[in-house]
């Protein structure tokens, strides 16, 4: 508290500070300080310019060269890791890569993933399978992405995939209630909040703070960001270096950054068991159905399809097939008549569609995901489809059937 | 609205994109009136009643107090209106506790109410109102402090005793004062700005140079690395161990208070830093608020050094007033150490505030004279002595971190006693630390300095940082600053 003006050493540093920025009207202030800093960090305009330039150039430039220094094993049955399910910088490059081989792309949710089964038994496996293997179909179904979330998805991650062959899955399930509709908030949230339409159209079970919705629109806008959260995803487990470095306090950052393939282990993320089997204590449901005209998740899934028949896209969407034996005969009742609904306004519009039949109910594994024999039966019939015939990959697929 | 959010980046973007449109036109004042209402008010509608309060009292009071003789009652009268919205807001309930607990243990059958809200039913009614209309806010009660009211009550007493002084002039335009009062970049957490440095640049029409707009990034990019890359890194493993220190052993609370130190010098740093670098980029300059603290070689150097608004403010209307350093030896060391306890106490209504400041009063008292000594200004290593100062003050935190005595003994008792046990500090963390505490070093050397001088370093460095916050930092993690609740 002594009335000390600063020791010798700090009125060097101001003097030395007012000689690099001129004159400056305000030092001279009695008792106030008012120098620009207690650090070097000081960028003249020129130099901030070169900084922004090189951030530019250093943000387009990583990306793209990790992306050839890092492996990515998408051999056949490649599909996202269950853990990297927010990584949406490595679905793209999954897209990328599948749109360049020419694969016929099945786009989805958890349902084209395959939950109950492994990346040997999902729906891509068995279409290709069911071809005699003489094209890939590239599983790009992606774990909770609901029709809000898969509109996101293609739109901001999905460019690479103009002008392929897409498989679609319409899963009536995201309209089976007003908060799977996202038209009513539940607590716990819903998946993949970065992907929905972040201002418009207003989604009410969205609540989230203005800076995190811009947030969201940059990270899907600038390539960078997307990286960034691959990198953290992949190699952080999903934390931020500051958390991932409290729970590996003596490990070296650097070498868990280093870059190595992203491959899920072979594995079921749920036991394969029938939805019926005692143990899963699963009883029918009454769903509350939404009607489609007012159904958001109906809405979005139109604008996807839209926005993949814009870039050229063929497209046949496959709707169903949800379990019917899990439903109550009122709802059931509902459901089909949304289906077919559905289906028509599709065909309506121009959009091939398929509606498969049930499978046998010890085919599921809940309401709406197949189980290895239902993803087997239900490619094994999509392969006969004249829609799938149609396609230009298709109808090599019809050829190899033929033969 | 925190600074290191998208959201106050694109409020920001839009006030300074008007502010420039309308630099020097009468339009203003009134856009950086708004923009201020609109940034405090975003915490909470309803404390712009108790700015625009201060705000009005304060002003008005230097109105009548130019044209009246009895200025110093209309003084006064500034002053206690402020230290009692101050007192009723902050102080309410630690006063009630404490005079209960005081008239309990002297047997008295009395007790102080605590009273919860200003008009219980009152409050209610409004509350349920704002709840009807879909407003989630509510009328602040005790346990609500309005952000910043520390800050810009001080700020604005400052005025007034500045113009009783002598030191300033009245200010006509209340638009131009309720600007310098709420001036948004230093609204929530300071500096505290003093009239005859801010106020006075806002009657100024600077032009706004390329420089300043470049000096106002570098600012703001320093601050945010701070807060967002530093401050809140360290505060995780902080808030870890000092949630439950009976759990963790003797290295784990050493470092943890060690991180504690640098934690809220980043934090704080970091806002002034932004705070300063927004100011920069409009055309004002803020003061210094903190010059390498750590580096300090003596406490009194240490209080030059950290919180350097605060300090001063201290300095010139409590400490100089008391009769500062003139007095006989007895009056300075009572003058010191009132001081530093109000000083404690101006951070917030605990103990643990209070005792951190009559420690570092009795470590200012003690260490005065030391200071003096030639002694200890030539022969004792400037390293020693800066060791020294970090090591006390880095005590003195454990109280203001853990707020109650009876949590920062418990701390102090298992540093010596409870032995080994693996810290799980993230050498991460040490190395950031360890890399600061160099480079701090370096800008108060000459050979370092000109090293961190060189054009390619800076430019360096600003890259670094920008990577480092966008490549490793989550998004959406922003943590308040550990000062919004002083």
Redesign the interface.
């Known amino acids: 508290m002594d009335n000390k003006d600063h020791h010798g050493q700090e009125q060097t540093g101001r003097r030395a500070v007012r000689g690099a920025a001129g004159a400056d009207p305000t030092m001279s202030l009695p008792g106030l300080d008012v120098r620009f800093g207690s650090n070097v960090v000081r960028l003249s305009a020129w130099q901030w310019l070169v900084t922004a330039l090189l951030l530019v150039l250093v943000m387009s430039l990583v990306p793209s060269i990790w992306e050839r220094i890092e492996p990515l094993e998408d051999g056949a049955d490649f599909r996202i890791p269950y853990e990297l399910s927010y990584d949406y910088w490595l679905y793209q490059r999954h897209c990328r890569r599948s749109a360049g081989r020419g694969d016929v792309l099945v786009v989805g949710d958890s349902v084209i993933w395959g939950p109950y089964v492994t990346r040997q038994e999902t729906l891509p496996h068995y279409l290709a399978a069911a071809t005699g293997g003489c094209r890939r179909f590239a599983n790009l179904g992606l774990d909770g992405a609901h029709p809000a979330a898969l509109a996101g998805l293609v739109n901001s991650y999905g460019a690479d995939i103009a002008g392929c062959d897409v498989i679609l899955h319409c899963n009536l399930l995201w309209i089976s209630s007003p908060e799977h509709d996202l038209r009513k908030a539940r607590p716990a949230g819903f998946n993949h909040p970065a992907l929905v339409a972040q201002f418009y159209p207003d989604i009410p079970a969205y609540d989230e703070t203005l800076s995190r919705r811009i947030g969201n629109v940059l990270d899907r806008n600038v390539t960078f960001f997307a990286w960034a959260n691959h990198m953290r995803a992949s190699r952080l487990g999903g934390h931020d270096l500051p958390t991932w470095s409290l729970d590996h306090p003596y490990d070296n950052p650097g070498l868990a950054l280093r870059p190595t393939a992203d491959v899920e282990a072979d594995k079921r993320h749920h036991p394969p068991l029938p939805w019926s089997d005692p143990s899963r204590g699963i009883r029918r449901q009454a769903y509350d159905w939404t009607d489609l005209e007012q159904s958001l998740q109906w809405r979005f899934f139109q604008a996807t399809v839209a926005a993949l028949k814009e870039r050229g896209n063929r497209v046949v969407v496959v709707v169903g097939p949800f379990n019917e034996h899990m439903m109550e005969a009122e709802s059931l009742a509902v459901y089909r008549r949304l289906r077919d609904q559905a289906a028509a306004r599709l065909r309506q519009q121009g959009v091939a569609c398929c509606v498969p039949p049930v499978l046998p109910s010890e085919l599921y594994g809940d309401a709406s995901h197949p189980l290895a024999r239902g993803y087997r039966q239900l490619a094994e019939w999509l392969v006969r489809q004249k829609e799938i015939a149609d396609l230009p990959a298709g109808r090599q697929v019809a050829d190899s059937v033929g033969r | 609205m925190l600074f290191h959010?998208?959201?106050?980046?694109?409020f920001f973007l839009i006030v300074y994109a008007g502010f420039r449109l309308l630099r020097g036109t009468r339009a203003e004042m009134p856009w950086l009136l708004g923009a201020s209402y609109l940034f405090y008010g975003a915490w909470n509608p309803l404390y712009l009643v108790l700015i625009l309060y201060t705000t009005s009292v304060d002003y008005y009071a230097v109105t009548r107090m130019a044209r009246s003789r009895r200025r110093g009652m209309w003084l006064a009268f500034s002053v206690v209106n402020s230290l009692l919205v101050l007192g009723f807001f902050k102080y309410r309930h630690f006063a009630a506790e404490n005079i209960n607990l005081l008239l309990d243990w002297a047997g008295v059958p009395l007790a102080v109410p605590v009273v919860n809200e200003l008009l219980p039913w009152l409050t209610a009614d409004i509350n349920s109102s704002l709840a009807a209309m879909g407003l989630h806010y509510t009328v602040p009660g005790l346990g609500d402090l309005p952000v910043g009211i520390s800050f810009f009550t001080f700020q604005s007493m400052s005025y007034t005793i500045d113009f009783y002084r002598g030191h300033c002039d009245r200010e006509p335009s209340f638009i131009r004062y309720a600007t310098f009062v709420s001036f948004f970049p230093q609204l929530v957490a300071g500096p505290i700005e003093?009239s005859?440095?801010l106020l006075r640049?806002l009657g100024q029409v600077?032009p706004i140079t390329?420089?300043d707009?470049?000096?106002g990034?570098?600012?703001f990019?320093?601050g945010l690395f701070k807060k967002v890359?530093l401050a809140?890194?360290l505060a995780?493993?902080v808030d870890?161990v000092y949630a439950v220190p009976g759990n963790w052993h003797a290295p784990a609370l050493v470092l943890a208070t060690f991180a504690f130190s640098w934690q809220i010098y980043f934090d704080f740093s970091g806002y002034t830093?932004m705070a300063?670098g927004l100011g920069r980029m409009m055309g004002f300059?803020?003061?210094?608020n903190?010059?390498?603290p750590y580096l300090a070689d003596s406490l009194?150097?240490f209080?030059?050094r950290w919180h350097?608004s605060l300090?001063?403010w201290?300095?010139?209307y409590v400490?100089?007033p008391m009769g500062?350093?003139r007095r006989s030896t007895w009056a300075i060391y009572r003058?010191?150490v009132l001081?530093?306890v109000i000083s404690g106490l101006w951070h917030g209504a605990e103990w643990g505030f209070v005792i951190w400041g009559l420690l570092h009063a009795a470590g200012?008292a003690a260490t005065r004279k030391l200071e003096q000594t030639s002694l200890y200004r030539d022969r004792v290593p400037r390293p020693l002595k800066q060791a020294l100062v970090f090591a006390f003050v880095t005590f003195a935190w454990i109280f203001f971190r853990a707020r109650s005595w009876s949590k920062a003994w418990t701390i102090i008792e298992r540093i010596f006693t409870s032995g080994w046990g693996d810290p799980?500090?993230?050498?991460?963390?040490m190395a950031m630390i360890l890399a600061i505490w160099a480079?701090?070093h370096a800008?108060?050397s000459r050979w370092g300095?000109g090293i961190?001088?060189l054009?390619a370093v800076?430019?360096a460095?600003?890259?670094a940082?920008?990577?480092y916050l966008?490549?490793?930092?989550?998004?959406?993690?922003?943590q308040a600053f550990i000062y919004f609740q002083f």
Request: no cysteine.
């Open positions: 959010t998208w959201a106050f980046v694109a003093r005859t440095n640049q600077q390329r420089t707009v470049a000096d990034l570098s600012l990019l320093v890359a809140d890194y995780q493993y870890k830093d300063r300059r803020l003061m210094l903190f010059n390498n009194g150097d209080w030059r350097i300090s001063t201290f300095r010139d400490y100089i500062g350093s003058n010191m001081t530093m200012r799980q500090f993230p050498i991460l963390a480079y701090q800008y108060e300095r961190l001088e054009a800076r430019v460095a600003a890259i940082m920008a990577v966008a490549t490793f930092i989550a998004p959406g993690a922003a």
